[in-house]
């Protein structure tokens, strides 16, 4: 329980130190929410610890939402309610953090945003967040976690999808 504890701490305080990032210097390149429209469906991984859940709809509306859970023994231990949004002629990922019992762990009005800061073949590198798509029904998420005064760190998570 210690461990899920220091878990959940580093996730909060890597999206606190987020909240206040300033936006990129260079100028955002452009995206379209489509290149990301093979996420939508049903995935399940591991990392944190923790076996991952997470759903993403098609985009519709310039948004693709999403929900993840992270669990232990099966039971949930946070929840996230996410949309990559169309922003411009880019895109942000966006997110905010919940604990089991549905307390927000951002202030009301406030959420992490990731902005997109460049893109590759199968890989979209967002400002703390990376996904890369590694095969037809596999892909990473890459998580940049500030330990206190320390070095950044990258966590990767590995997904693989269950359903469209």
């Known amino acids: 329980m210690a461990y899920l504890r220091a878990v959940m701490r580093l996730i909060a305080l ?15 390149p452009k995206a379209s929410l489509n290149d990301l429209s093979w996420l939508a469906g049903e995935w399940t991984g591991e990392g944190f610890g923790l076996v991952l859940h997470e759903n993403y709809s098609a985009p519709t509306g310039g948004q693709m939402a999403g929900h993840f859970y992270g669990a232990k023994d099966g039971k949930p231990q946070f929840y996230e309610f996410e949309t990559i949004a169309q ?7 966006r997110v905010k953090h919940f604990n089991p019992n549905m307390t927000g762990w951002e202030e009301k009005d406030k959420f992490v945003s990731f902005p997109l800061i460049s893109v ?8 703390g967040l990376t996904i890369r798509r590694t095969g037809p029904d596999t892909a990473e998420h890459i998580v940049t976690v500030k330990h206190g005064n320390g070095p950044a760190e990258d966590a990767v998570l590995h997904y693989r999808r269950v359903t469209r």
């Open 14 to 28: 890597a999206s606190l130190a987020l909240l206040g990032a300033a936006p990129p210097a260079q100028p955002q």
């Open 87 to 93: 922003v411009g002629d880019s895109l942000a990922f």
């Open 120 to 127: 590759e073949k199968d890989v979209w590198r967002f400002d």
